[in-house]
């Protein structure tokens, strides 16, 4: 590995650790010329896997748009950071075990919705609105009272 300071490709690994629930190892190296340390992330390249816009188009996946979504959602609540990444993490893990190249954004977006279910239902209630686009109060109102009805909470 070359060192990012002195381009030297001697060094010697300091520490290692698995990362991402065992997804990845992080090193910690010790540059032998020039000393100074520098981190290293180790993983399994995967397939490229492509998200299928509503209008049509293909991008790349990238993780980063899913938890941006859920952190999102579960903003002022208590839901820690790790909960969040747990979350993305499993959300990617099911992904690569569809075995497809290519996946809608409607198939994510109904997964992030199930596992913020189960996470937190206001965190749902959140992230479904701006998902599905409610237009109005009746279409909020009827997604609330489904949530309601599945979870045995309503009394009417």
């Not at 290692?16 to 180790?42: K, L, P």
């Not at 492509?50 to 993780?63: L, Q, S, T, Y």
């Not at 979504?69 to 579960?74: D, E, F, H, S």
């Not at 279409?139 to 009394?155: I, P, Q, T, V």
């Amino acid at each position: 590995m070359k060192c990012p300071y002195c381009n030297s490709d001697s060094d010697k690994v300091v520490d290692s650790r698995s990362v991402r629930d065992g997804c990845a190892v992080r090193r910690r190296r010790e540059c032998i010329d020039c000393g100074r340390r520098f981190t290293t992330y180790e993983s399994v390249e995967k397939s490229q896997l492509f998200v299928i816009k509503k209008d049509g188009r293909r991008e790349p996946f990238d993780r980063t748009k899913i938890t941006d979504g859920i952190r999102t959602a579960c903003r002022k609540r208590p839901v820690s950071a790790e909960q969040i990444e747990s979350l993305t993490n499993s959300i990617e893990m099911e992904l690569s075990e569809i075995g497809s190249m290519e996946i809608s954004t409607d198939q994510i977006g109904e997964m992030v919705m199930e596992k913020l279910r189960e996470l937190d239902q206001v965190a749902y209630v959140r992230f479904a609105s701006v998902y599905r686009r409610f237009e109005d109060v009746d279409e909020f109102r009827a997604a609330l009272k489904k949530l309601l009805d599945n979870s045995g909470l309503n009394n009417k």
